[in-house]
């Protein structure tokens, strides 16, 4: 695998889709001395179940330890902090980490209570904890959602937890952009894979999910982030950060030059979350037949999207599903509708081309 590659694969089971994941990319070629220590990071920003559109699923940390302990690794550890005020060791179990923890004889490490020492990030200096620059290889698992003051929380904004609580509240006077960027360039971003099951619509903190079904791997997390914004509806510049990332070489912001590769793609999986009554309102002038929940979930983001900027939709209903193959109609979402008089390919679509789409 390489700095431009991007892969997705599209599914309901996070385990398998996490240990192919680690299979295409060939991880064990990437880590390679088997001696390493290993760390994930995953993002438990609260004790809420992953459900809740929060929380990365333990089921793709469980996925990728399958992996590597199949492999001969065996020092690994799962890092995390929660936000200010929570408790790192309840979310531990109530996302499922801690039995992880004691099925598979990996540790669970709360950054909260760990040491920590101060390092210069290119010009700023920030506190970081021991145990994540202790590791010799760092997996990042954060979650695609969106976030009420950044737009989108991803690869770069994931290793907030790896600072302790009187970082996490500088970084909030400082504006969070600028050192977030900072704190990429000593933290390590060895590999990526974003959860992207059932991220939140715009809150970090979950409760309103929005089915995606869909895991990404990466090893640039600016590239990998610029990715996530165009899924969600949001421009790269509409993030400071990656910006800013980019400028101190932490990697590329240019999506022209991705390799995204969509592997093993089994779209067949619709939502089975009930639709918040916020979903409920942006979707009613919506014609669901059988539509694939990556396909669906990106024309929920889109909506989204548009209701923030203004933007209304002139033409409805909008049609999306494979019920829609091979059938005429007006206004359509996906490849399933390529026989509408207007209509978006893309299987799936993302929600910023939909959005351009839906505006004209």
Do not use: W
């Given at each position: 695998?390489?700095?431009?590659?991007?892969?997705?694969?599209?599914?309901?089971?996070?385990?398998?889709?996490?240990?192919?994941i680690c299979e295409n990319a060939?991880?064990?070629?990437?880590?390679?001395?088997?001696?390493?220590?290993?760390?994930?990071?995953?993002?438990?920003?609260?004790?809420?179940?992953?459900?809740?559109?929060?929380?990365?699923?333990?089921?793709?940390a469980e996925g990728i330890i399958e992996y590597l302990q199949s492999k001969g690794y065996f020092d690994i550890s799962i890092i995390e902090g929660s936000c200010v005020g929570s408790d790192t060791e309840q979310a531990f179990r109530v996302c499922g980490y801690t039995k992880l923890a004691e099925t598979y004889h990996v540790k669970n490490i709360d950054t909260r209570k760990d040491t920590w020492t101060v390092?210069?990030?290119?010009?700023?200096?920030?506190?970081?904890?021991?145990?994540?620059?202790?590791?010799?290889?760092?997996?990042?698992?954060?979650?695609?959602?969106?976030?009420?003051?950044?737009k989108i929380?991803?690869?770069l904004k994931n290793n907030k937890g790896v600072i302790p609580d009187s970082e996490k509240r500088r970084f909030h006077t400082m504006g969070l952009h600028k050192?977030?960027?900072?704190?990429?360039?000593?933290?390590?971003?060895?590999?990526?894979?974003?959860d992207g099951i059932c991220g939140d619509l715009n809150f970090e903190e979950g409760g309103t999910p929005v089915q995606?079904?869909?895991?990404?791997?990466?090893?640039?997390?600016?590239?990998?982030?610029?990715?996530?914004?165009?899924?969600?509806?949001?421009?790269?510049?509409?993030?400071?950060?990656?910006?800013?990332a980019e400028e101190m070489g932490i990697g590329s912001a240019d999506m022209t030059k991705a390799n995204v590769m969509e592997t093993d793609q089994n779209k067949k999986h619709i939502d089975n979350i009930k639709p918040t009554n916020r979903i409920q309102?942006?979707?009613?002038?919506?014609?669901?037949?059988?539509?694939?929940?990556?396909?669906?979930?990106?024309?929920?983001?889109?909506?989204?999207?548009?209701?923030?900027?203004?933007?209304?939709?002139?033409?409805?209903?909008i049609c999306i599903g494979q019920e829609y193959r091979g059938k005429s109609g007006e206004v359509?979402?996906?490849?399933?509708?390529?026989?509408f008089q207007k209509s978006l390919g893309g299987c799936p679509p993302k929600a910023i081309d939909i959005m351009e789409f839906l505006s004209k």
């Open positions: 695998m390489k700095k431009e590659d991007i892969l997705v694969i599209y599914g309901n089971e996070p385990k398998e889709m996490a240990r192919k060939s991880l064990e070629t990437l880590i390679g001395d088997k001696n390493k220590k290993i760390g994930l990071k995953p993002n438990l920003v609260l004790p809420h179940k992953a459900e809740n559109g929060a929380t990365t699923h333990s089921e793709v390092h210069n990030c290119k010009g700023v200096e920030i506190k970081i904890c021991n145990s994540a620059l202790s590791v010799d290889y760092m997996i990042n698992l954060p979650v695609l959602k969106g976030h009420c003051q950044t929380t991803c690869a050192p977030i960027a900072h704190l990429n360039t000593v933290v390590r971003n060895d590999f990526i894979i974003v995606m079904n869909r895991l990404i791997g990466a090893m640039d997390p600016v590239l990998c982030d610029a990715y996530v914004c165009g899924l969600i509806g949001y421009e790269v510049s509409d993030v400071q950060y990656i910006k800013i309102a942006l979707v009613k002038d919506i014609k669901s037949k059988d539509a694939c929940s990556a396909c669906y979930g990106s024309l929920i983001y889109a909506l989204e999207r548009m209701k923030e900027k203004g933007i209304s939709v002139k033409y409805t209903p359509g979402i996906g490849n399933c509708t390529r026989g």
